[in-house]
DNA sequence: CTAGGGTTAG
């Protein structure tokens, strides 16, 4: 290499790399970036740097962004693969596009493409998360009878499914029906019907499993677990009923707020100084610009953009792990609070090492419970253990302002979070505009809803409960009754919270028409049927 | 690239 020559300029692998690696590091402004100076250097774009590119778009909810590369790898002439299709796909149902996604899904089709298990699994998951189980039942059949179209994830999304609506004996005749057919009954569908039996009161169905399932490796194992645990919950507990020493107390909202942006210093002025007077000599000046703005802080442990995944099974201790996990989401979902403390006790000092899922769930309960100096606490040990936190601990951190009436800050708490580098997901929209509504900030709750359409989200029926919700409480009812019209206009479908929050709707219609009738304002029309 | 934790009422 001459240190005097031109410098040398990045090829088409050197810019895939990048765009690779800043969409993995959840970077995705800047990926893209990269991809437009890619497309100025004189380079074309290939299909690894369009996958890796959607995919990033896609996990970090900005679909309608992988749309668009996806638009320009098309007018490129690049092929589209069933990867990509499935990409998209599964991007679609997160953000809720249903129509959307199954037009793509035709077009995947029309255009040969052919669909994968995965793509079959992404849709019926799909259509299930977007309120039509009816029409996920059916494909499922339908794909069922043609044969080789599905395979064992298939059988553990509907399984799962049908333990969430309560359906659990029919779960149980799926996973019999799964085993006949050669599927491996693994953890993943193991615990879904241990959690749907618990929730219906069932919690010694566990053993009935062994009647459907005969074949498992794995069951044996978890009901010795189960076992085990059981034993250990009983035997005296250290702190008698005191579970609250478990955990630091901060207790100071300050704190918390530190923890999620440790330094809030930034010297991007002087970067873009820097990077301004180099621009003319370097071939990649947003690349030199990111370089130079690199701290070691980046990768700061505790914030992670990726979420927290779950234990996979490999060995004796994350098989540990992963039941730790499964139990306290089922003592936690009947608020067993104490029981999941002193379990999380037990292998925790037994040496299991907790994860970001395994302090999520007793986060949630804690919060829940209105247990805000614990949850702080649990953050708290977090930052101590350096262990990351993901989207879903930072739901919880906006839900438990929420509860202590300081749903206010949620707003700053997600700009900060987007700041980092983080990403809203539709939860995170639905737990911010509950927090702002019950905080008495109706018009920040209503921008929030136009901000998470804007980005290409859209609102599910929680979002539409919440709004409604929020606005009739507020005396904001002809806004409420705009939700619901919005809601009906989008073909979401209401559920049974609807209901009750639609019947506390109408009585307060119906309070402020007698309030106009005893006034002699009685309006023989009455506007609110109107379509909009 | 898909499934198991985080969101809404009473």
């Known amino acids: 290499m001459k240190a005097k020559g031109p410098r040398l300029e990045p090829n088409l692998c050197t810019y895939n790399i990048v765009v690779g690696a800043l969409c993995a590091a959840g970077k995705v402004g800047d990926a893209l970036i ?13 299909r690894f740097t369009y996958q890796n590119l959607i995919l990033g778009c896609c996990k970090s909810y900005r679909v309608d962004e992988g749309m668009r590369v996806f638009q320009e790898m098309e007018n490129n002439c690049v092929n589209a693969d069933t990867l990509t299709y499935n990409t998209l796909l599964d991007g679609l149902m997160k953000v809720r596009k249903l129509t959307e996604a199954c037009r793509f899904f035709e077009k995947m089709i029309s255009d040969g493409v052919k669909a994968s298990c995965y793509s079959n699994n992404i849709i019926i998951d799909g259509l299930f998360r977007n309120g039509r189980p009816a029409a996920a039942f059916v494909l499922f059949s339908q794909l069922k009878k043609k044969g080789q179209f599905i395979d064992g994830i298939t059988y553990s999304i509907v399984v799962s499914h049908l333990c969430k609506e309560g359906r659990v004996f029919e779960a149980l005749g799926l996973v019999k029906e799964m085993e006949e057919k050669g599927f491996a009954v693994d953890l993943i569908t ?11 009161g069932n919690w010694n169905s566990a053993e009935k499993l062994v009647r459907y399932v005969r074949d498992s490796v794995l069951l044996p194992s978890v009901l010795r677990w189960k076992e085990n645990m059981e034993a250990s919950l009983k035997a005296p507990q250290d702190r008698g009923k005191d579970y609250t020493s478990l955990f630091p107390h901060i207790g100071r909202l300050s704190d918390v707020i530190s923890l999620i942006d440790p330094a809030p210093e930034n010297t991007n002025e002087e970067v873009d100084a820097v990077s301004d007077l ?13 370089a130079k703005s690199f701290k070691s802080s980046d990768s700061s442990p505790f914030f992670s953009i990726r979420r927290g995944q779950r234990v996979q099974i490999k060995g004796v201790k994350s098989f540990d792990n992963a039941m730790l996990n499964t139990y306290l989401a089922i003592f936690l979902s009947n608020g067993k609070l104490s029981e999941a403390c002193k379990l999380f006790e037990i292998f925790t000092s037994l040496g299991s090492e907790p994860v970001s899922y395994t302090y999520n769930s007793l986060l949630s309960s804690f919060v829940k419970k209105g247990y805000l100096n614990d949850a702080w606490g649990i953050l ?18 906006i839900q438990g302002l929420g509860k202590m009436d300081k749903g ?104 402020v028409k ?15 049927d109107d379509t909009g």
């Open 190 to 200: 193991i615990t879904s019907l241990l959690i749907g039996f618990h929730k219906n």
């Open 380 to 397: 708290q040990e977090m930052g101590d253990k350096k262990c990351p936190a993901d989207i879903a601990t930072f739901n919880m951190i």
């Open 278 to 290: 180099e621009n003319e000599w370097s071939s990649s000046p947003h690349l030199d610009k990111l």
């Open 34 to 46: 990269a991809y437009e100076e890619l497309k100025g250097s004189g380079h074309e774009p290939d």
């Open 514 to 528: 007698l309030q106009k009738a005893s006034f002699g304002h009685n309006k023989a029309e009455h506007n609110a």
């Open 408 to 511: 206010e800050l949620a707003t700053s708490i997600l700009d900060r979070l987007v700041k980092n580098g983080g990403y809203l997901d539709i939860v995170m929209y639905n737990t911010a505009i509950h927090a702002l509504g019950k905080a008495g900030k109706v018009d920040e709750a209503n921008k929030l809803f136009q901000k998470m359409t804007g980005t290409g989200i859209n609102p599910d029926v929680v979002t539409f409960n919440t709004l409604i919700e929020v606005n009739s409480k507020a005396g904001r009812l002809e806004e409420a009754y705009k939700f619901l019209r919005k809601m009906l206009a989008a073909g979401c479908m209401p559920n049974h919270v609807t209901d009750t929050i639609l019947d506390f709707l109408e009585k307060e219609m119906e309070k």
